[in-house]
């Protein structure tokens, strides 16, 4: 047996192992204080989760009352709040997190064949960090909330709004941190935890995809933190540089504030990426086309997306010129996520497709991203970004890459690897039929939105003029499938984990290292620490998995 | 330069770089069609085809290939550059104001734009200009970030507290267009919009020079009161009443804070509207903003002639002893809208909605 | 490569290894790359508030100028050189800690950390200074000073040639930020080399306005104490970390074979003295020559 088939056969063949990490140990301390990457994991699941429904309810509250044109389910101002706090909510307390502390601390150390992160105890504290911020985030919202938007724009967030900004602007401050400490956890431990054979152009794209992110986390989050903070200073103080009526420049803050907020975006998208080559090559069990042009296209993203947050400011009052130069430069950084988009699909020629639930989920991706991706170039273009800045164009559009991004590739992800983290399936049925509402009902909300910016609807409108009623009532409709089609996962989810069926380590009989160890895995992930000999999404003879698949044919045959 | 009036999906062109905007968002739909199609179509086509056949097969070793990867890079690149230079020479054309034109000064504030021409004439919340000549706005703000959006010409710009930023536009057909304020700056952000009258330009000259329509004194006022001036909006009554109700109240006898009394004739009313802050009403905050030069004497007539109306059997010279004088019951807390117009630095108001009358973008009967 | 069974019991592992490492070259690699990207994030936190800095400078050089010449250079070179110091004796901190000689590791270490706090003093010092001087920029946050009963009341002087408020002068009855001096501004309007922000920043009605060049000089004031005071918190976090070194050094973890601990602590030292290195010149240094060659 040689060393691939060893590895493979390192499973126990079956089976929810005696003892694996969810149940090693169980009293709450070893929880709260542990430094398995796999427990925060959970945790962070467990969190975020929570993060997602209350900014799902104000989604749900901002759809319904936009169904008519006045102002009448809420008052404007409680409107103002509302999706100030949707947008919060979601954006640094679900998306930025979701897949990078939910799939990434679960997966990156199993996928490289280590036993845990680099730096666990950073990575505990980073768990606490988002908690902490939490806590003032959620208690920001409860004595009052923040009716800015959340892009706190100056002078209104100084010196205009009654609302409580330096609570939410320090939340979101102390956030920051966590999400530092996360990437910076995953850059050591990519640079430095490999196992032995497992050179950088071996490793699944879902890890390059989250080097990648952890670079733009990295460098990127630190002035999003220093800017929030002069602004909560600039409150408190009566003093600062964003206020034009004490000599400030509300136009600076712009700068800085978009300065992290556009590489943002790419946090919000490159993890989905990730996520997305590893269920198209698996559920088509054919190796990723392209592979290096795919690693190297998530690090182009990631640097290019350093240089053009000027593409937010077109009408701001900033130089032409410099806008013509980030218009350039929002031109060039589309260019790796089409090439990611054609490698994909090309991944899929000739091919071996099965359409379980996950890969429903990448198709979801290819489809909505591109959409949402290709709507970015109409706003990229200077001249009819004039036209179609803040309204719901720009609405529909981030939400395309955003919910029909990432969210839908966070989706695939946790039911591609469900069966890793918890050992048990959900219902296939019932996971097929969620992923058709969520693309069916996404696409009823969020088209409608596009064209309601091209016709001017304002966006952050309570009330808007009653020939733009339509189509928000087919927006409100469409929202109701979809909210419909994101709560059925956690139904199913939970029932699984007392009644579904055992996983077995490999349910798939993929090549990836994670599904060579048990399900759910091990605390120290391997029993026998890996040698990597193989290339990834090794399908063909390389991958050693041969003598599972007529183990297993052989048990179909004997059962039938 | 077509328009597309016939298509539901997009607003009329009324201005002369309209017809670039749609052309380039045409030409961009066209792009994404063609490379949408191509992509979908593979993806089911692949999908049917290469459904798995055995369930632990797997797919052919394909790794790459260059020549592929660089065409799919290559095109992209070519079609992104192209997008880019079509939205550099429309935005050149959109913000480089001609020479010859006519200028337009505007501020914006919370939540009101008030406007006005080279010529001193005035308007709020409404901008009349005449069809084919360029307008040039000047614009400022006195608070927060606002934006002027005007949809169907196909431009927008923000106006930025501190300094002057600006837009321009040709109107190429005389009708009523939409002005929105398009960055969030609070409260009645939503509340914050208009309308810009095209007209031909004899009409223009005939409105410039103050005697657009034929109303009565009267209905000027009425029109003013609850359209252009925005007064309805405190004074209208309903539970946003922040302001005394003017029903009945010419030739009453009215209580002011800080004691005293005085009757209320066509002075005080006029007074009040010019320098409200002198004499308040008892139980009233000292909100009402001046309207002083605001307003045009002949404006100034129309609204104490509408005023003197809400009093039943007054007519403009007798003083009948009309309804009690206005109640002064405490009936909204902390400042209002109108707050913004006369405090500085002014705080935004929470929770309150937008009043009725005051949106022109919203229906008339959302009375609440 | 070392291999674990099960029970790490039976596996010898030399002291300081953690768990998830295999081998001692690993953790040392892990955490020196981790304490890079540590100080290469802290470098975009300032990185914001230097851009803020570059940004107002360059609109409003002349009172940038006006404020940076009230900052005492004697007391900010003398914590410049200070800090560089500290580096020293941190780097033999670290030279020690490699040679295994734990005595002058720990004499190192307390140097530092003197070096330290005597840093943090001279800026307590100076943050004081501005208290009573009446330029902290916070409204209610400097000495306040009832003008003296009885004093005659001086007409007020256009503030190109007033006087700043010092010593037995100084009023401050609310304790607000004070600021009469904008002779910088007249001196610049004269030999015409106004930016064009400041010619409409500095302006009211085409006079110059005190009260607007005094706001202006109060930004310069404001990214000062939020400079210097980020950067003395991080001071007091390297203090902290050296009173953790001092404590770990004299229980005698470190030696000879490990010693990394050290090595990072004196990264993130040396870093902090980079920091303050750019805010000296930047803040202490500028314009120097607007007022004393003239």
């Known amino acids: 047996m040689n060393a691939q088939e060893a590895t493979a056969a390192t499973s126990y063949g079956g089976g929810i192992p005696r003892i694996n ?9 070893s929880w709260l204080l542990t430094k398995d990457h796999k427990r925060i994991a959970i945790m962070y699941l467990i969190s975020v989760s929570v993060f997602f429904l209350i900014g799902g309810t104000f989604a749900a509250t901002i759809r319904l009352e936009l169904l008519t044109p006045a102002s009448d389910l809420l008052e404007t101002g409680t409107y103002n709040k509302v999706f100030t706090e949707h947008g919060i909510m979601m954006i640094f307390f679900f998306l930025i997190p979701s897949i990078p502390a939910v799939l990434g601390n679960f997966l990156i150390p199993i996928m490289i064949g280590a036993k845990d992160l680099a730096l666990p105890r950073i990575n505990l504290v980073s768990l606490y960090i988002y908690w902490i911020a939490g806590a003032l985030a959620l208690y920001g919202l409860m004595v009052g909330g923040v009716d800015t938007g959340w892009t706190f724009y100056t002078p209104y967030s100084t010196t205009f709004s009654n609302t409580y900004v330096e609570i939410v602007g320090i939340a979101i401050f102390i956030n920051g941190f966590s999400s530092i400490l996360t990437g910076l956890n995953f850059i050591v431990t990519i640079h430095t935890m490999r196992a032995p054979g497992m050179t950088w152009f071996r490793l699944p794209l879902f890890v390059w995809g989250h080097y990648a992110v952890s670079l733009v986390m990295v460098l990127g989050t630190p002035v999003i933190a220093i800017t929030l903070l002069l602004v909560a200073i600039e409150r408190f103080a009566r003093v600062g540089i964003f206020d034009p009526a004490i000599g400030g420049d509300p136009i600076l803050f712009q700068h800085l504030f978009w300065f992290y907020s556009h590489p943002a975006v790419y946090i919000m998208v490159l993890p989905g990426m990730g996520v997305v080559s590893e269920l198209i090559s698996n559920f088509s069990r054919k190796k990723i086309f392209g592979y290096e042009f795919i690693a190297f296209s998530s690090i182009a993203i990631a640097v290019f997306g350093f240089l053009v947050w000027g593409h937010h400011l077109f009408v701001s009052g900033q130089s032409p010129y410099a806008g013509m130069v980030f218009s350039f430069l929002t031109m060039v950084v589309a260019v790796p996520s089409a090439i990611k988009m054609f490698n994909w699909t090309a991944t899929m020629y000739k091919g071996s497709i099965h359409f379980d639930t996950p890969m429903l989920y990448g198709l979801g991706f290819m489809g909505l991203f591109l959409i949402g991706g290709l709507t970015g170039l109409f706003l990229g273009a200077l001249g009819l970004d004039v036209h179609l800045t803040d309204t719901y164009f720009v609405v529909a559009h981030f939400h395309y890459v955003m919910v029909g991004g990432q969210v839908v590739a966070y989706l695939g992800g946790l039911h591609y690897w469900w069966p890793k983290m918890t050992g048990r399936m959900y219902s296939e049925f019932w996971g097929k039929v969620s992923a058709m509402l969520v693309f069916v009902g996404f696409n009823l909300t969020f088209f409608p939105q596009f064209l309601l910016g091209y016709q001017g609807m304002p966006r952050r409108y309570a009330a808007y003029p009653p020939e733009f009623q339509v189509l928000n009532i087919f927006s409100t409709a469409g929202a109701s499938v979809l909210g419909i089609g994101m709560l059925m996962p956690v139904i199913y989810f939970l029932h699984s984990l007392w009644w579904g069926k055992e996983a077995g380590d490999n349910p798939w009989l993929l090549p990836g290292l994670e599904w060579r160890t048990s399900s759910p895995p091990p605390t120290e992930n391997f029993l026998t620490p890996p040698i990597v000999t193989w290339e990834p999404y090794e399908f063909g003879e390389g991958s050693g998995l041969e003598l599972e698949a007529e183990r297993r044919r052989e048990a179909e045959r004997a059962a039938v | 330069m077509e328009t597309t009036n016939w298509v539901p999906l997009f607003p009329e062109q009324a201005s002369t770089f309209a017809w670039q905007v749609d052309s380039l968002y045409f030409y961009l739909v066209a792009v994404s069609i063609a490379f949408t199609i191509p992509i979908v179509l593979a993806i089911f086509i692949f999908a049917m085809k290469y459904r798995a056949k055995e369930k632990y097969g797997s797919g052919a070793e394909i790794h790459g290939s260059m020549v592929l990867e660089t065409t799919w890079s290559i095109i992209p690149f070519i079609v992104s550059m192209t997008i880019f230079l079509g939205g550099a020479i429309v935005f050149f054309n959109q913000y480089t104001p001609p020479e010859n034109g ?49 949809p169907e010409f196909r431009t927008k710009a923000d106006i930025v507290p501190g300094r002057y930023t600006y837009l321009w536009f040709q109107a190429t057909k005389p009708g009523k267009y939409h002005l929105f304020c398009q960055e969030y700056c609070g409260l009645n952000h ?72 005085v009757v209320a004739d066509d002075n005080y009313i006029r007074n009040s509207i010019e320098n409200p802050a002198s004499q308040v009403v008892e139980g009233y905050q000292p909100i009402m903003p001046t309207f002083k030069g605001q307003v045009t004497e002949e404006q100034l007539n129309a609204l104490v002639a509408y005023v003197k109306s809400l009093t039943p059997g007054a007519p403009t010279s007798s003083s009948s002893a009309g309804s009690a004088a206005p109640s002064p019951a405490a009936n909204t807390a902390g400042a209002a809208a109108g707050a913004a117009n006369s405090m500085a630095p002014p705080k935004a108001d929470r929770g309150k909605r937008t009043a009725p009358g005051s949106n022109p973008n919203t229906p008339a009967n959302s009375n609440r | 490569m070392a291999e674990h069974g099960h029970s790490d019991k039976f596996v010898y592992h030399e002291p300081g290894l953690q768990h998830q490492f295999s081998d001692m070259m690993q953790q040392e690699q892990s955490v020196s790359i981790g304490m890079w990207a540590f100080l290469a994030q802290e470098i975009m936190f300032f990185g914001g508030l230097f851009t803020a800095y570059l940004v107002f400078r360059s609109k409003y050089p002349m009172a940038f100028a006006a404020g940076s010449n009230r900052l005492d250079a004697f007391l900010g070179g003398t914590n410049t050189l200070v800090l560089i110091v500290s580096s020293l004796t941190m780097a033999l901190t670290v030279y020690f800690a490699q040679k295994g000689n734990r005595h002058l590791q720990i004499i190192f270490i307390l140097l530092t950390m003197l070096f330290g706090a005597a840093f943090l003093g001279i800026k307590a010092v100076e943050y004081h200074n501005k208290y009573v001087e009446g330029i902290v920029p916070v409204a209610g946050w400097n000495a306040r000073a009832k003008a003296p009963a009885g004093a005659e009341r001086e007409e007020a002087k256009p503030c190109w040639q007033a006087e700043n408020l010092e010593g037995d002068n100084y009023v401050n009855p609310k304790g607000e930020f004070i600021w009469a001096d904008c002779s910088l501004a007249k001196l610049a309007q004269d030999e015409n080399f106004l930016t064009t922000a400041e010619k409409a920043g500095y302006f009211s009605n085409g006079q110059l306005d005190g009260d607007k060049f005094r706001d202006k000089v109060r930004i310069f004031f404001f990214l000062y104490f939020v400079m210097t005071g980020l950067h003395a918190l991080h001071m007091i976090v390297g203090l902290v970390l050296m009173t953790w070194l001092l404590w770990t050094a004299f229980r005698g973890y470190y030696n000879a074979d490990y010693y990394m601990p050290v090595e990072m602590s004196g990264l993130y030292w040396h870093f902090v003295d980079i920091v303050w290195i750019f805010l000296f010149p930047l803040l202490y240094l500028l314009g120097r020559h607007f007022v004393h060659a003239h």
């Open chain 1, 21 to 29: 990490y969810l149940n090693a140990k169980t009293t709450l301390a």
């Open chain 2, 190 to 261: 939503s509340g914050m919009g208009g309308w810009v009258y095209v007209m031909e330009q004899k009409d223009f000259d005939a409105w410039l020079s103050g005697n657009a329509s034929g109303q009565t004194p009267v209905e000027m006022g009425k029109d003013l009161f609850e359209n252009k001036l925005g007064c309805a909006s405190c004074h209208a009554g309903g539970p946003q009443q922040r302001g005394a109700k003017l029903e009945g109240l010419y030739m009453s006898t009215v209580h002011l804070t800080g004691g005293g009394t």
């Open chain 2, 102 to 150: 006519m200028t337009v000064y505007v501020v914006g504030k919370q939540w009101m734009w008030k406007l006005q021409h080279e010529t001193g004439q005035r308007e709020i919340n409404e901008l009349h200009v005449p069809v084919g000549r360029n307008i040039k706005l000047i614009m400022t703000t006195e608070d927060v970030i606002h934006d002027f959006g005007l």
